[in-house]
């Protein structure tokens, strides 16, 4: 069974910016896609961003558009989430995915698609 661990998080101020890092292993069938998502407390899960492993696309949610970029390493085993220009409204438990499905290609940003999902780190963003 694959396995996500991510770690970066932390507490910044306004204007601020962290990089997430999330290291895949064991894997035994290929993944599709991996992806960023956050949720806040009271509200859904939201997908932040993801990236298709072999292709390199990449889509973002609006509001993390122009501030937030999303990368991976070469082996596509570890992938990265820099955030800038932090708002409080980023604040959430960040979760790093991976999909295994064709399915990642078309719903990017969609929780239901990816199927492997790490234990979260948390941001928060102080005003």
């Known amino acids: 069974q694959g396995q996500l661990v991510e770690s970066g998080g932390g507490s910044v101020q306004a204007g601020g910016s962290l990089r997430l890092s999330c290291v895949a292993s064991g894997f035994t069938y290929d993944r599709t896609c991996m992806g960023w998502f956050r949720q806040a407390p009271g509200k859904e899960r939201e997908g932040v961003a993801s990236i298709h492993i072999g292709g390199g696309s990449t889509a973002y949610t609006d509001s993390v558009k122009g501030r937030f970029f999303i990368a991976q390493n070469n082996a596509g085993n570890t992938l990265h989430l820099q955030m800038n220009s932090l708002k409080p409204e980023d604040t959430a438990t960040y979760y790093c995915?991976?999909?295994?499905?064709?399915?990642?290609?078309?719903?990017?940003?969609?929780?239901?698609?990816?199927?492997?999902w790490g234990q979260g780190t948390q941001v928060t963003v102080s005003s």
């Open positions: 995915a991976a999909s295994r499905t064709l399915r990642c290609l078309h719903y990017k940003l969609a929780p239901e698609v990816f199927d492997y």
